[in-house]
């Protein structure tokens, strides 16, 4: 059987293996941007859609 190598090493890793809280300002104005759009699709009646990006 094939053994599975070891990940590579990230600097940028914290100290539990996850990127530093600085780095998360792209995920927060995603999420800023979803809310916008679902409020939207609310709005104009897409339920479906609205739902969707609230997941």
Request: a negative charge.
């Amino acid at each position: 059987m094939a053994t599975i190598p070891a990940p590579r090493a990230d600097t940028g890793q914290g100290a539990w293996g996850s990127p530093p809280i600085y780095s998360r300002a792209d995920d927060v104005a995603f999420a800023q941007i979803a809310a916008a759009a679902s409020i939207a699709a609310d709005a104009a009646g897409w339920k479906n859609a609205a739902a969707c990006l609230d997941h």
